[in-house]
């Protein structure tokens, strides 16, 4: 089964709409981090940011927020005011903190292609 | 360097041949992972180094796959006897620690392999 499912395979706005990127997990264990990561034409994923578990507040950097969701298993991503910069493929993953060899790889999704038209 | 590093950016095989893939991660990071990241899809976990001992090597398809990281520095995957189906971008990753699985993963830009 996947451990993190992005539904969205692709998703395109125009110049200035906002954009929710979707991510559903699925663990067992009660300590995980959450991460997103987007990864440009160039192809080199960019660490974009990590929450824990047990931190559940919202996060706003500028343009991007976060809204993770324990009670759904959620982590999504929005981006306000899209710009055609953002057009990338953003990737969500998993990693669980618990559970001897699986410390530390990440679980990936299958990612969610976002182009921004001008 | 300041980032991750790969060689080759890409490598064109034959089915069947052997092929070295090179990872130069941050300097100071003790964690080194592997990647397998194919068109469409998200990076697949192959294999982590926490020093120069693999620390889970689950991912490796099979035994024709093979990575070592002898001085815990760089690191180089090994694949032998190539066939089609791994053609595929390999992505190297590094960090500073790995406690608690907390761990923020710096990514390299990868290295083509077209097996025809």
């Known amino acids: 089964a996947q451990k993190v499912t992005q539904a969205q395979t692709e998703i395109s706005v125009v110049e200035k709409e906002d954009v929710t990127l979707d991510c559903v997990y699925e663990?067992?264990?009660?300590?995980?981090?959450l991460f997103w990561y987007k990864q440009p034409p160039s192809g080199e994923l960019v660490f974009l940011i990590r929450?824990?578990?047990?931190?559940?507040q919202n996060e706003i950097s500028g343009r991007y927020s976060w809204n993770f969701q324990k009670s759904t298993s959620s982590f999504n991503f929005t981006i306000t005011a899209s710009q055609v910069v953002d057009s990338a493929v953003y990737f969500c993953?998993?990693?669980?903190?618990?559970?001897?060899?699986?410390?530390?790889?990440?679980?990936f999704g299958r990612g969610t292609q976002l182009t921004v038209w001008p | 360097g300041a980032g991750v590093s790969q060689t080759p950016s890409n490598k064109v095989t034959e089915k069947g041949k052997y092929v070295e893939l090179r990872c130069d991660p941050i300097s100071g990071h003790t964690a080194l992972y592997w990647y397998r990241q194919s068109l469409g899809q998200g990076p697949e976990f192959l294999i982590y180094f926490q020093g120069t001992g693999a620390a889970d090597d689950s991912g490796l398809p099979n035994d024709r796959f093979f990575a070592v990281r002898p001085e815990g520095s760089v690191s180089t995957l090994k694949i032998q006897r190539t066939e089609r189906g791994d053609s595929a971008v390999y992505l190297c990753?590094?960090?500073?620690?790995?406690?608690?699985?907390?761990?923020?993963?710096?990514f390299g830009p990868g290295t083509r392999l077209t097996v025809l």
């Open positions: 993953a998993l990693s669980e903190a618990l559970g001897g060899s699986t410390l530390g790889r990440l679980y």
């Open positions: 990753a590094s960090s500073a620690t790995l406690a608690g699985g907390n761990n923020e993963q710096f």
């Open positions: 663990t067992r264990d009660t300590t995980y981090y």
């Open positions: 929450r824990n578990s047990f931190d559940e």
